[in-house]
Protein backbone atom coordinates (compact mmCIF):
# COMPACT_ATOMS: atom_id res chain seq x y z
CA UNK A 1 0.00 0.00 0.00
CA UNK A 2 2.92 2.39 1.03
CA UNK A 3 4.26 1.69 -2.81
CA UNK A 4 0.73 3.30 -4.46
CA UNK A 5 1.37 6.57 -1.76
CA UNK A 6 4.80 7.32 -2.75
CA UNK A 7 3.99 7.57 -6.31
CA UNK A 8 1.73 10.14 -6.27
CA UNK A 9 3.57 12.00 -3.86
CA UNK A 10 6.37 11.54 -6.50
CA UNK A 11 4.25 12.94 -8.83
CA UNK A 12 2.73 16.00 -7.72
CA UNK A 13 6.97 16.74 -6.38
CA UNK A 14 7.51 16.46 -9.82
CA UNK A 15 4.65 18.74 -11.35
CA UNK A 16 5.50 21.45 -8.58
CA UNK A 17 9.15 21.13 -9.50
CA UNK A 18 8.62 21.84 -13.26
CA UNK A 19 6.13 24.21 -12.05
CA UNK A 20 8.51 26.10 -10.57
CA UNK A 21 11.02 25.62 -13.43
CA UNK A 22 8.67 27.46 -15.78
CA UNK A 23 7.37 30.19 -13.15
CA UNK A 24 11.51 30.95 -13.36
CA UNK A 25 12.01 30.78 -16.87
CA UNK A 26 8.65 32.91 -17.34
CA UNK A 27 10.04 35.42 -14.57
CA UNK A 28 13.47 36.02 -16.51
CA UNK A 29 11.72 36.04 -19.94
CA UNK A 30 9.88 38.94 -18.47
CA UNK A 31 13.00 40.45 -16.88
CA UNK A 32 14.57 40.07 -20.37
CA UNK A 33 11.52 41.92 -21.81
CA UNK A 34 11.77 44.83 -19.59
CA UNK A 35 15.56 44.93 -20.16
CA UNK A 36 15.35 45.18 -23.92
CA UNK A 37 12.09 47.91 -23.49
CA UNK A 38 14.62 49.95 -21.15
CA UNK A 39 17.16 50.23 -23.85
CA UNK A 40 14.87 51.05 -26.34
CA UNK A 41 13.78 54.01 -23.99
CA UNK A 42 17.16 54.95 -23.52
CA UNK A 43 17.82 55.04 -27.26
CA UNK A 44 14.73 57.15 -27.50
CA UNK A 45 15.86 59.69 -25.10
CA UNK A 46 19.06 59.96 -26.35
CA UNK A 47 17.84 60.17 -30.08
CA UNK A 48 15.50 63.27 -28.38
CA UNK A 49 18.47 64.49 -26.33
CA UNK A 50 20.57 64.63 -29.86
CA UNK A 51 17.74 66.61 -32.00
CA UNK A 52 17.86 69.01 -29.29
CA UNK A 53 21.12 69.94 -28.90
CA UNK A 54 21.03 70.33 -32.73
CA UNK A 55 18.43 73.07 -32.24
CA UNK A 56 20.42 74.29 -29.84
CA UNK A 57 23.30 74.21 -31.62
CA UNK A 58 21.60 76.37 -34.31
CA UNK A 59 20.99 79.36 -31.99
CA UNK A 60 24.34 79.01 -30.89
CA UNK A 61 26.16 80.00 -34.88
CA UNK A 62 28.68 82.26 -33.68
CA UNK A 63 31.38 82.89 -36.11
CA UNK A 64 30.91 83.93 -39.86
CA UNK A 65 31.69 81.02 -42.07
CA UNK A 66 30.28 78.49 -39.33
CA UNK A 67 28.19 75.29 -40.26
CA UNK A 68 25.79 73.02 -38.77
CA UNK A 69 24.32 69.98 -40.41
CA UNK A 70 21.36 69.03 -38.84
CA UNK A 71 20.11 65.70 -40.34
CA UNK A 72 16.28 66.69 -40.17
CA UNK A 73 16.42 69.96 -41.85
CA UNK A 74 19.92 70.62 -43.81
CA UNK A 75 23.21 72.42 -43.31
CA UNK A 76 23.21 75.83 -41.93
CA UNK A 77 25.44 78.47 -42.61
CA UNK A 78 26.04 81.80 -40.90
CA UNK A 79 26.84 84.34 -43.69
CA UNK A 80 26.92 87.52 -41.45
CA UNK A 81 25.63 88.69 -38.19
CA UNK A 82 25.96 92.21 -35.86
CA UNK A 83 24.94 92.91 -32.38
CA UNK A 84 22.42 95.52 -32.78
CA UNK A 85 21.11 96.52 -28.75
CA UNK A 86 18.40 99.22 -30.36
CA UNK A 87 15.61 99.94 -28.64
CA UNK A 88 11.90 100.56 -29.91
CA UNK A 89 9.38 103.07 -27.68
CA UNK A 90 6.07 102.36 -28.45
CA UNK A 91 3.51 103.57 -25.67
CA UNK A 92 3.97 101.05 -22.81
CA UNK A 93 6.35 98.82 -24.80
CA UNK A 94 9.54 98.90 -25.17
CA UNK A 95 11.11 96.69 -27.70
CA UNK A 96 15.08 95.50 -27.52
CA UNK A 97 16.45 93.97 -30.47
CA UNK A 98 19.86 91.89 -29.38
CA UNK A 99 20.81 91.18 -32.47
CA UNK A 100 20.73 89.78 -36.50
CA UNK A 101 22.40 86.72 -38.20
CA UNK A 102 22.05 85.90 -42.08
CA UNK A 103 21.57 82.06 -42.15
CA UNK A 104 21.61 79.91 -45.58
CA UNK A 105 20.21 76.54 -45.28
CA UNK A 106 21.32 74.20 -48.13
CA UNK A 107 21.05 70.48 -48.81
CA UNK A 108 17.75 70.52 -47.41
CA UNK A 109 15.66 67.79 -46.04
CA UNK A 110 12.19 66.88 -48.45
CA UNK A 111 10.89 67.60 -44.44
CA UNK A 112 12.31 71.03 -43.88
CA UNK A 113 10.94 71.66 -48.08
CA UNK A 114 7.65 71.17 -47.08
CA UNK A 115 7.55 73.11 -43.76
CA UNK A 116 8.73 76.25 -46.03
CA UNK A 117 6.24 75.89 -48.23
CA UNK A 118 3.29 75.36 -45.95
CA UNK A 119 4.69 77.89 -43.30
CA UNK A 120 6.22 80.62 -45.53
CA UNK A 121 5.08 79.32 -49.24
CA UNK A 122 8.65 79.20 -50.50
CA UNK A 123 9.12 76.39 -53.12
CA UNK A 124 12.36 75.71 -54.16
CA UNK A 125 15.25 72.67 -54.20
CA UNK A 126 18.76 75.88 -54.14
CA UNK A 127 19.12 77.38 -51.11
CA UNK A 128 17.36 79.66 -48.91
CA UNK A 129 19.03 82.49 -47.05
CA UNK A 130 16.83 84.65 -44.19
CA UNK A 131 17.53 87.12 -41.61
CA UNK A 132 17.06 85.76 -38.09
CA UNK A 133 16.13 88.40 -35.31
CA UNK A 134 16.61 88.28 -31.82
CA UNK A 135 14.78 90.37 -29.65
CA UNK A 136 12.81 90.90 -26.02
CA UNK A 137 10.23 93.52 -24.86
CA UNK A 138 9.14 94.84 -21.91
CA UNK A 139 6.08 96.16 -20.40
CA UNK A 140 7.06 99.63 -18.93
CA UNK A 141 3.68 100.11 -17.66
CA UNK A 142 1.51 99.09 -14.44
CA UNK A 143 -1.29 97.57 -16.24
CA UNK A 144 -1.70 94.97 -19.02
CA UNK A 145 -0.83 95.48 -22.79
CA UNK A 146 -1.57 93.20 -25.71
CA UNK A 147 0.94 92.93 -28.30
CA UNK A 148 1.44 90.78 -31.81
CA UNK A 149 5.32 91.62 -32.29
CA UNK A 150 6.44 92.28 -35.73
CA UNK A 151 4.13 92.53 -38.11
CA UNK A 152 5.73 93.21 -41.51
CA UNK A 153 9.75 93.82 -42.78
CA UNK A 154 10.46 95.90 -46.18
CA UNK A 155 13.47 94.53 -47.77
CA UNK A 156 16.12 96.84 -49.72
CA UNK A 157 14.45 96.58 -53.40
CA UNK A 158 11.04 97.19 -51.43
CA UNK A 159 9.59 94.01 -51.33
CA UNK A 160 7.10 94.30 -48.44
CA UNK A 161 6.49 91.02 -46.63
CA UNK A 162 3.59 89.90 -44.25
CA UNK A 163 5.44 88.59 -41.09
CA UNK A 164 2.21 86.63 -40.11
CA UNK A 165 2.52 84.67 -42.99
CA UNK A 166 5.85 84.19 -43.75
CA UNK A 167 6.69 81.54 -40.84
CA UNK A 168 10.30 80.63 -41.82
CA UNK A 169 11.16 79.40 -38.65
CA UNK A 170 8.04 77.69 -37.55
CA UNK A 171 7.58 79.79 -34.60
CA UNK A 172 7.18 83.58 -35.12
CA UNK A 173 6.47 86.60 -33.46
CA UNK A 174 4.34 85.55 -30.30
CA UNK A 175 0.66 85.68 -31.28
CA UNK A 176 -1.77 88.76 -29.55
CA UNK A 177 0.32 87.79 -26.33
CA UNK A 178 -1.07 89.65 -23.11
CA UNK A 179 2.06 91.25 -21.37
CA UNK A 180 1.66 91.76 -18.09
CA UNK A 181 2.73 95.01 -15.85
CA UNK A 182 6.53 95.72 -15.21
CA UNK A 183 7.18 92.60 -17.36
CA UNK A 184 9.63 91.32 -20.17
CA UNK A 185 9.51 88.39 -22.13
CA UNK A 186 12.96 87.40 -23.78
CA UNK A 187 13.89 85.26 -26.39
CA UNK A 188 11.59 86.16 -29.23
CA UNK A 189 12.55 85.58 -33.18
CA UNK A 190 11.44 86.40 -36.05
CA UNK A 191 12.60 84.96 -39.40
CA UNK A 192 12.51 86.77 -42.87
CA UNK A 193 13.58 85.94 -46.21
CA UNK A 194 16.47 87.45 -47.69
CA UNK A 195 19.70 88.12 -50.14
CA UNK A 196 22.81 86.79 -48.63
CA UNK A 197 24.62 90.23 -49.28
CA UNK A 198 21.68 92.11 -47.27
CA UNK A 199 22.66 95.50 -45.94
CA UNK A 200 19.49 96.70 -44.60
CA UNK A 201 16.35 95.96 -43.78
CA UNK A 202 13.27 97.83 -42.51
CA UNK A 203 10.65 96.85 -39.60
CA UNK A 204 7.31 97.73 -38.42
CA UNK A 205 5.85 96.32 -35.08
CA UNK A 206 2.21 95.52 -34.56
CA UNK A 207 0.12 97.97 -32.26
CA UNK A 208 -0.18 98.21 -28.45
CA UNK A 209 -3.49 97.96 -27.05
CA UNK A 210 -4.42 98.80 -23.73
CA UNK A 211 -7.57 96.55 -22.42
CA UNK A 212 -9.06 99.26 -21.20
CA UNK A 213 -11.00 100.92 -24.83
CA UNK A 214 -11.72 103.97 -22.42
CA UNK A 215 -8.53 104.81 -21.64
CA UNK A 216 -6.12 107.51 -22.91
CA UNK A 217 -3.60 106.12 -25.64
CA UNK A 218 -5.93 102.71 -25.58
CA UNK A 219 -3.83 102.29 -29.28
CA UNK A 220 -0.73 102.92 -30.09
CA UNK A 221 0.44 102.32 -33.63
CA UNK A 222 3.42 100.72 -34.83
CA UNK A 223 6.19 102.14 -35.38
CA UNK A 224 8.90 101.74 -38.45
CA UNK A 225 12.77 101.18 -37.58
CA UNK A 226 15.64 100.32 -39.65
CA UNK A 227 18.32 97.48 -39.21
CA UNK A 228 21.47 98.36 -40.79
CA UNK A 229 23.91 95.33 -41.26
CA UNK A 230 26.56 97.32 -42.11
Known amino acids: MKKFLVMPI ?16 KEEDNSQEEVDQGSSTSEDVSEEVSD ?6 KQKLTKIGEMIDDPEEGTFTLEN ?8 VQGGITIHIDEVKVITVSNMTSDYKEMLEQNAGITQDSPVTYLQ ?12 LD ?41 NLIGIPVDKDIKSIRLVSDDVL ?7 DFIVHGKETTINLD
Open 147 to 187: WSGFKTAIKEDGEQIDLDSVDILGRQNPSQIEIQGKATVKD
Open 10 to 25: LAAMLLAACGTKQEVV
Open 210 to 216: KQDNDSE
Open 133 to 144: VHYSFENTLDEP
Open 52 to 57: NENKEE
Open 81 to 88: MKQVNQDI
